[in-house]
C-alpha cells in the first residue's frame, strides 16, 4: 500500500517544479536590492543552523499513531479506550500542540480509510469489511465514547473519500455515499456529549460533522467554542475556526474577525493575544482577501506572546516560515491587494527579522517543506529526502538573503540556545 511518502524520486521532479513556481527567487524581500541567488553549499558555508530531518514534534505524532494502529491491529480495543480517555482526562499533546487523543485515533482508523482511499482512487469499489468490522467492535463496547470516536472518525474520513473522488461528470453515488458515511457519524456520536463527558475529541468530531449540515454558518462559532473551551491549550482547534469561517466554507470576513477576537479574549490568560494569531493563521494562507480587517498589531502581538508561551522549535519555525514565505510579497495574489493589504502583509514579512533573532534555534525543514507546498498543492508528494533537502534550501536562502549584507562583509551567521550571532569568517 503505498503512503504520501513512497511515490519515490520520479515524481519528485514535479512537485519541484512546482515549489520553484511556489517560491520566488527573492522569497525573503526584507532587502529591497535585488540579490543574485548564491549557490547552496555557499549557504550553508555561512549560516550555521543545526537541521533536523526528524524532530521531537513527528517523532510524538508518529508514536501515538503508531500506537493507535498497533492497538488496533491487535484488537486490544479495552486498551486503546484506556489510553484515548487517558489522554483526553490530561490534555495529553505534542510538543507542538496537537492532541494525542485524536492521534491515538487517527492511528486506529488508518488501515480502514487507508484500504478504502485506494480503493476509491483506482476507481475500484471499496470493501466494507474493515468498516463492517468497526461497527462490530463498537457494538461490542456500546457506550465507550473512544470505540465510538474511533468508528465515527473513519466514517467521516471515508465520506470524504468518497466526495474527493466524485467524477465530475456525474459524482451524485459518490456524494450520496459522503452523505451516508457522515449520517453514521452523526448517529454514533449523537449518544455523546463532549462537555459532560469531558473529552474535547467528541467536540472536535461535532466540528468536523459541519461539513453535511445544511446553512452550518450559524453552528461554526457555537461549536468551535465548545471545543476550544474544553481544550485552549490545542492550536489546532483555532486555525480550524478561522479556515471554517472563510467565504469558501461557512462565513465571512467580518465573522473571522470577530471570532479572533472573541476567541483571543476568552484565552487570554493562557495565550495572551496568541489567540487572534491561531484563528488567522490558515485563514490567511488559504485567503489573501481575509487580510482586510486584520489588526495588524494584534497579530503581531499575537506571534510574540505564541512565542513567549510555547519556546518549542516547532512553533518558531512554522510562524517563521509563515512570515517568510506565506506573507511574501511576491506569494500568489498578494500583488492584486490594496496598498493597506499589501502593507500589511510586508509588516507580518519583516517580523521574520525578530523570529530569527530572538527564537530560531534549529531548523525544521519539512516545516518549510509544507509551507510552500500548502495551500494550492496536493498529492503525490515527493519522498520524505527531497522534501526534507527542500525546506532546508528553502529556509537556508530565506536566513542568507535577510543577512546578505553581513555575509558579504566577511562574517557567518549562526544560531543556538543562546541565540542568533554573527561569527568572522574564517
Given amino acids: 500500500m503505498k503512503t504520501p511518502f513512497d511515490t519515490g524520486k520520479s515524481l519528485a521532479g514535479s512537485v519541484f517544479k512546482s515549489l520553484k513556481t511556489a517560491l520566488p527567487d527573492s522569497v525573503g524581500g526584507l ?4 540579490k543574485p541567488q548564491i549557490d547552496i553549499e555557499l549557504l550553508a558555508k555561512h549560516v550555521i543552523l543545526p537541521s533536523l530531518p526528524v524532530t521531537d514534534e513527528e517523532m510524538a505524532r508518529a508514536a501515538h499513531q503508531d500506537r493507535g ?29 496537537e492532541s494525542a487523543a ?20 483506482d476507481e475500484a469499489d471499496p470493501s466494507m469489511e ?13 457506550g465507550d465514547y473512544a470505540c465510538a470516536l474511533v ?19 456525474d459524482g451524485s453515488g459518490h456524494l ?40 452550518p454558518g ?20 483555532m486555525r480550524a475556526l478561522g479556515q471554517h469561517l472563510l467565504p469558501a466554507y461557512y ?92 502593507t500589511t502583509r510586508q509588516q507580518l514579512h519583516q517580523f521574520l527579522d525578530y523570529i530569527l533573532t530572538c527564537h530560531l534555534q534549529e531548523l525544521h525543514p519539512l516545516i518549510w517543506s509544507q509551507t510552500l507546498l500548502s495551500p494550492g498543492l496536493t498529492p503525490p508528494l515527493p519522498s520524505r529526502r527531497a522534501l526534507v533537502a527542500k525546506g532546508r534550501q528553502t529556509a537556508l536562502r530565506v536566513i542568507a538573503e535577510r543577512f546578505a549584507d553581513d555575509i558579504a562583509n566577511g562574517y557567518s551567521i549562526a544560531f543556538s540556545t543562546a541565540g542568533m550571532y554573527r561569527l568572522p569568517s574564517l
Avoid at 458515511?181 to 467536540?203: N, Q, Y
Avoid at 476550544?228 to 492550536?235: F, K, V
Fill in 251 to 342: 462565513g465571512d470576513h467580518k465573522r473571522l474577525e470577530l471570532e479572533a477576537r472573541r476567541t483571543a479574549a476568552r484565552t487570554g490568560d493562557i495565550w495572551g493575544a496568541g489567540a487572534y494569531t491561531w484563528v488567522y493563521f490558515d485563514a490567511l494562507a488559504l485567503d489573501t482577501g481575509a487580510i482586510d480587517l486584520l489588526d495588524c498589531d494584534f497579530f503581531i502581538e499575537g506571534m510574540k506572546d505564541i512565542l513567549m508561551r510555547r519556546s518549542d522549535q516547532h512553533v518558531t519555525n512554522l510562524l517563521a516560515s509563515f512570515c517568510a514565505i506565506t506573507m511574501s510579497p511576491e506569494a500568489k495574489g498578494a500583488k492584486d491587494l490594496s496598498a493597506s493589504a499589501r
Fill in 102 to 121: 485524536m492521534l491515538l485515533a487517527f492511528g486506529a482508523r488508518s488501515d480502514v480509510v487507508a484500504v478504502t482511499e485506494d480503493a476509491l482512487y
Fill in 176 to 215: 450520496l455515499k459522503f452523505k451516508e458515511h457522515f449520517k453514521r457519524a452523526e448517529d454514533i456520536l449523537g449518544t455523546f456529549d463532549g462537555v459532560e463527558l469531558d473529552a474535547p475529541s467528541l467536540a472536535a468530531a461535532q466540528c468536523a460533522l459541519l461539513a453535511s449540515r445544511r446553512q
Fill in 218 to 237: 450559524n453552528r461554526v462559532a457555537d461549536d468551535y467554542e465548545t471545543l476550544i473551551d474544553l481544550d485552549p491549550d490545542c492550536p489546532r482547534h
Fill in 31 to 34: 532587502n529591497p536590492r535585488k
Fill in 69 to 97: 494502529q498497533k492497538l488496533a491491529r491487535q484488537e486490544n480495543w479495552e486498551e486503546l479506550s484506556d489510553q484515548i480517555q487517558y489522554a483526553e482526562d490530561c490534555r495529553l499533546s505534542t510538543p507542538g500542540g
Fill in 151 to 169: 468508528t465515527a472518525l473513519a466514517h467521516i474520513d471515508i465520506g470524504w473519500a468518497w466526495r474527493n473522488t466524485a467524477p465530475e461528470e
Fill in 130 to 142: 474493515g468498516i463492517n468490522a468497526l461497527e462490530e467492535m463498537l457494538a461490542e463496547n456500546y
